[in-house]
C-alpha cells in the first residue's frame, strides 16, 4: 500500500536562471484556488493510499501560499488520510518567502522537517543563480525556523556555479554547519537545456568551473560534512545519524508514493504517471472532479530492474547481492571489471560504489547496466 505522499505546490516569485522545475510566478488568487484544488484532489485520491508515512510539500516555493491555504490542506490531508504517529512531513521553504508566522504555524500544523533552499552563503553566486535572498536572509531563515520549534532542518547547497571559486563553496559549508542542520543535501549545478543558464552558457556570457575544480568541492564536501559528524548516504545527501530524509529514501528504494498537484507524478503498482503540468488546467480538472492520469507507463521486468539499479546504486549502502530482480544475472561477472578498476566494491552481502566510483556514478552505472546487457 501506498505509504508517500508528495503534494506540489508550483509558484515562485521568480524563476531562478537553472531551473527546470514545474514553477509558474505567483499570484494570491490562483494560489488560493489551487490550494482549493489540492483539497479536493487529496478527497477524491484518499483511497490510493494506505497510512502515511511521509508527506513531503515541495515545489515551487510552498512557503507562498497562504497560512489558511496551510490549514485547509492539512486539515483535508488529517481528514482524508491516515498519518503514522511518527509521520515525517516536510516542507520545501525559501529564505525570500518565511517569516516567523508562517514557521510557526506550519510547525503547529505538524510539519515536522523543513527543507530550506539555501544554495550558497556567497551573495555573488546567489545573484548568478537568481536566487530571490541574500546569505543573511538564509542565515536569517534558518535560524528563526529554530525558534520556531523545528530541530528537524535540512540545507539545500549547490556547486559548479559560474564564478564559485573552491573558497565560496569550502566558506559555504562552513557556515550551513554552523547553522546546526540535521541534513544537508549538496547538489551539482546541472545546466538544463530549457532554462536561461544554459543560454548564458552557450552564448559564453557565462562560463561552468572546470571539472577538476568540481569534482573537488565535491570530494571536499564529503570530507568536510563527514569531519562533522554527517553520514553521506545518498550521492547528493548528508544527514546526522537518525535523520536521512524518510521520503526520498522511499524514492530511492523504488517504493511506491502518490503525487498530487500540478505535474505531480504517482508510482503505484508498476505504474508511473503524472498530473496535467498546466496549472489552469490541473485546476480546471480538479474542481470538476476529474485526475487525469497523462504519460501512464506500465514498467517492463527489464525496465524496473534498471530503475532499481539506477537508485539503489544513488544510496552509498549499496544493493544487496540478494536481491530477487538481480536473481538471473551472473552479478559477480558483470561487476569484476568495475570492482577491478575501483568503482564499485562488493562483500558477501552488498555492492556499493567507491569513493571513486561516487563521483562519476552516472558513468559507472551505465557500465554496470550494459554488462548486465540491460
Ligand atoms: S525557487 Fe526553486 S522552484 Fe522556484 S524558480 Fe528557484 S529553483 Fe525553481
Redesign the pocket.
Known sequence: MVSSLYIHVPF?????V??D?L?IPHDGETASRYSEALCTELSLVRDSAGPLRTVYMG???PTLLGSDDFSQIFERLRRDFALVRDAEITAEA?PGTIDSRILGRLYDLGVNRLSI?VQSFDNHVLKTL???HSASEATAATEEAKRAGFSNISLDLMYGIPGQTMTSWKETLSLAVDLGPSHISAYELTPEKSTPLFSLLSSGTLTLPDEDLVLRMYDNTIDFLASHGFRHYEISNFALPGHECRHNLNYWERGEYLGIGAGAHSFIEGLRFRNNGDVAQYIADILRSEVPRLDEQQITPKEAIREFIFLGLRRTEGISMTSPLLSGFDLPAALRDLEAGGYLETDSLRFRLTRKGVVISNTVIVELLNALGL
Not at 515562485?12 to 531562478?16: E, F
Open positions: 515562485c516569485v521568480r524563476k531562478c537553472y531551473c522545475f514553477s515545489g515551487g516555493t525559501n533552499g537568481g536566487r530571490i
